[in-house]
């Protein structure tokens, strides 16, 4: 069973900045199907929504409400392993929640993997 592990989460006053990034640890296989990499956020009392979306062809995609502050990329974890980071620029309290990596296979309809999550509290 893979696993995706997330780190960069923490506290921040508005108009700060977080980058979370997400290294995933899965099998060959796993990784040969991915179709879509993204990140998904709680909001304490609120559903899970998405925020961004990577797709295999590296076509990006950002939640309109989040456009200009966030941003999605690959990147190294400079050892070799590709990771999935997201910028977070101009962080607002309303930005507040758990933020949750996932993968999704091209044969899927929901998320196939799912990291722990990582909180990310802004305060005014």
């Known amino acids: 069973q893979g696993q995706l592990e997330e780190s960069g989460g923490g506290s921040v006053q508005s108009g700060g900045s977080l980058r979370l990034s997400c290294t995933p640890y899965l099998s060959a296989g796993d990784i040969l199907h991915i179709a879509v990499m993204g990140w998904q956020r709680q909001a304490p009392g609120r559903q899970r929504e998405l925020v961004a979306t990577l797709s295999r062809d590296g076509k990006m995609d950002v939640a309109d409400s989040l456009k200009g502050r966030f941003s999605i990329s690959k990147g190294d974890d400079g050892h070799g392993n590709t990771r999935l980071v997201l910028q977070m620029d101009n962080l607002q309290p309303g930005d507040t929640g758990i933020y949750y990596c996932?993968?999704?296979?091209?044969?899927?309809?929901?998320?196939?993997?799912w990291g722990q999550g990582t909180q990310v509290t802004v305060s005014p």
């Open positions: 996932f993968i999704q296979h091209a044969v899927s309809t929901e998320p196939d993997f």
